[in-house]
Every structure is written in C-alpha cells, then in structure tokens.
DNA sequence: CTACTTTTGTAATCCATTTTACAGAATTTC
DNA sequence: GAAATTCTGTAAAATGGATTACAAAAGTAG
C-alpha cells in the first residue's frame, strides 16, 4: 500500500485527458444511463462493446460462477472507468457490473474511444497505468487469499474501504457505502456466515462500529495489527 | 477458455511492431542478457525501469510474501513480454521474474519504450490489449482459488499448460517444462505434498505419464471432467 | 563411484473455514 | 402498519487441505 488516501482513484479520471472543445466533441459519442440500485450494467456473456465512466453512484465488479458464488473484484468510485479495458477484444465480457447504490453511468463505444486514443498517446498511456495498477491490485488480492486467514483479509478490505471510500461525520470516519455483509463475503472471499462472526469479533473488540449498514472506525491501529 | 492454442501467445509479440529499420534503430536501445536457471531477472523491491522480452528459455513471475511462500503468477514462453507492464510507474515491483531454463532476456529501458510508443498508437494498443488479457486471466485465476479444489485446479493447469507449451513427441503430447512439485504446488495455490499425492492419484488413474519431470497428456478428457 | 543435496511419497494429526440449520432482527412492499 | 422478504447471529458438525514428520528416490558434484 504504497500509495495512500485516493492517489489511484483522482490521478485516474480518464475524462480529464480531454480539452474543452474536445468535451464538447464527445458529448455525441457519450451517453448518459441511469441505473438502479442492484441492476446490472452489463452481465458475463455480454458482447463487450462499451466503456464506462462512473459519474455517481457506486459500482462493483464481480465474477459469478455457474452456481451463483460470486466474488467482487473492485468497487468502484465516481469518476473511475470499467468495462474490461482491454481495448478493442470481441470476446465476451466474463465479469458482471452492478449498481450497489442508484447511479449515473456514462458509456461510450470502444470504437469511438479508439478514434480518440489513435491521436491522444496521451489517453492510451492512462489507460496502461489504469490497468497496470488493477493487475497489481488484484495480484495482491490473490496473494490475501492464498497467505492470509479471514480475519486479516477482512481487516485490510476494511482498511482499504475507510481510504478508498472515507465519510467524516460527526461520529467519526465510515466507509461511505452501506454494504450487506454478504456484499463483504465476496470482497473477502469468505462465506457470509464466517464474515458475520468475524465483523461481530471486531464490533466486541472495539475495533469498528456499525450503524445502519455504515462501518465506522474506531480503532486503526488494532486493525493493522489483525491485517498483519 | 475461448482463445485456445497459443492464441494469446503468438498475437502479442510486440516486437513485431516494429518495421525492419526500427528494429536497426532499435537494435542500441535493446541489450540481449543470459540468464542461468533459477537466477532471478528482477525481484520483489526492486526499481522498476525496464521492460523484458523472452527470446530464449522460460520464466516465471511469482509474488513471494514475507515468510517465503510463493504463488507464480504466470509462465512465460519466448516472444512474452513481461516487467510490470503498467507503463511509466516507478514504484517499486511487487513481483519477482525467476528464470526457469537458461534464457537469454532482451531488455529496454522503460523509457525508451515510452518514446517509441508515442509514435505508434499501435503499440500502446498492443500493449493495452495484452494487459487486458492479463487481467482477465489472473482474476479467472482467482475464481479458480476460491470455488475449485486442488484436484480440479491441477487438473486446469495441466490443461493449460498442455495448451500453451506443448511438444508433441513420439512418445505423446508433453509439457515441454522441466517443472518441480514444488514448481506446481506454487502454480495452483496448494502445498508441495498436496500436490503430490493428486498428481500421482491422476498418474494412478492413467490421466497422466511423468519421464524426468516432463508431464504426458493421456487421458484428456477425463482430464477435463476433474477439472469440471 | 560415493557423498551430498534436492526432490518425492505417504500418512497421521490438526485446524480454519464451510456447511447446515434455524431463529430473530431489520427492511421493504403493498 | 401488517405481511413478506431480505438480512443477521450463532453454533454444531463435517471437511479439505495444511502441518508435521520421515524415509526413499533421484539428481548433482567432487
């Protein structure tokens, strides 16, 4: 975690490569898309067409198996882009994006990004440091998996939650989405049984504290100790 | 598993890029290095600054955590390209490249890549769409860690492998790696004597043949039921 | 060819997490 | 604001795989 507070997520807002004039150009390719809350984006299968721009609201990335098990990648922000980046790839899309709160979500053609990349190297080397920092970020995630039990990688998704997605309120700093603790499971890859009591153990060592869905930190340090 | 074969192997060679004059020109950026087996060609830690292309041998990239255990991200085969690929980042490596055969490494300054990529969209575009690539099969790679066991994961590398470096003797068709248990164990996610006892139940079962640590395919489709 | 090092096979024990199974709480819907 | 649905807490039982612990085999070096 070199890079602290929301390094990755304001260097990355793609939509600020462009000038004015040049906004005013994309208004005709973008297109703006209201999306309820648990409604998918796009689904695996779908033929992988658009990119997205997260312009409210939160998303989050998932992979589901035949069974229904689901794991989510990456929850997303305003102002981050989705819709597997690998450019101009027809294959089918193999992950599902879907709304955790009601959001605006911004689309646009591959092909039409693609005119715009071919005279901006500018924009295809934003989009390489985009996906580079996502491999990373998922390599990592592998290596929680695989080296960590769940109540470290518990402790780090909580952790990465109150940088990526902080709320200061009065009573204190929450992770600024209300997330069900099944929607926690598959962040941590964990079943929604072991999560509940792990979270509950937190809660008891006064470590967080929970109101309304919203996670409030209580004690920082305590939890680094348990991400080890 | 949609792009069969060596799909993705053979479509990335980015060298190709280049016309046969810039490869002259390029000929004083890129400097040819021999690496004995088991060296390492970087490590977790290191600076970041160049880029490799395999020409001869085989590598791996691995994230070892404190404590030594290691999970192999990917094997590579001659004509990959490898190095954090998240151009233009300097923060340190989070990964290692080991060699596993007596390679010989081709190797080019960040920067220098960075210069010819301006002028050429298509190889940012290249670039763009390998990483994508990366991305989808490192996170089907996590999917596999959480909703598989060890059988059928071995069961899917071996699969894989079969797929990406095969040679056909006549003998059979073969892994052309000389990879240890140990090797594997870091390639599945399982400890060396889990994989043991599964590679030889699958040798039991005549699935597979092993001569001198080369893996024979035998049984494919039975291969492909374990791996479900 | 012999000694040394690395790799492999196997099996008993242990343990973290999943599975199963409900009851109670909280939210949403009509 | 009652009924229906979706979430949460908990705990006993089952389990897949890690750990531990060696011995045997294979490979390498002198």
């Not at 994309?26 to 067409?49: C, M, T, W």
């Not at 500018?122 to 996502?134: P, T, V």
């Amino acid at each position: 975690m070199k890079h602290t507070k929301l390094w990755y997520l304001k260097k990355f807002n793609l939509l600020e490569t462009f000038s004015a004039e040049e906004m005013i150009s994309l208004k005709d390719v973008l297109i703006d898309n209201v999306v309820k809350k648990k409604q998918p984006i796009y689904l695996a299968g779908d033929p992988d067409e658009n990119l997205y721009f997260l312009k409210e609201g939160r998303v989050k990335i998932s992979r589901i198996d035949e069974s229904g098990k689901e794991f989510t990648i990456i929850l997303l922000e305003p102002g981050e882009i989705f819709g597997e980046l690998g450019l101009f790839d027809d294959s089918p899309r193999e992950t599902a994006a879907i709304a955790l709160e009601d959001s605006i979500i911004c689309m646009m053609k591959r092909r039409d990004f693609e005119k715009y990349a071919i005279n901006k190297p500018e924009l295809s080397f934003k989009l390489n440091k985009l996906m580079g920092l996502r491999l990373r970020q998922i390599e990592s995630r592998i290596e929680e998996l695989l080296f960590r039990d769940v109540p470290s990688r518990l402790a780090r998704l909580l952790l990465r939650l109150f940088e990526q997605h902080p709320r200061e309120t009065t009573n204190g700093t929450r992770i600024n989405i209300k997330l069900s603790q099944q929607e926690i499971a598959n962040l941590v890859g964990a079943t929604r049984e072991m999560t509940s009591m792990v979270l509950n153990s937190f809660k008891r060592s006064g470590l967080i504290r929970i109101e309304s869905k919203y996670i409030y930190l209580i004690d920082r340090k305590e939890l680094e100790k348990i991400a080890r």
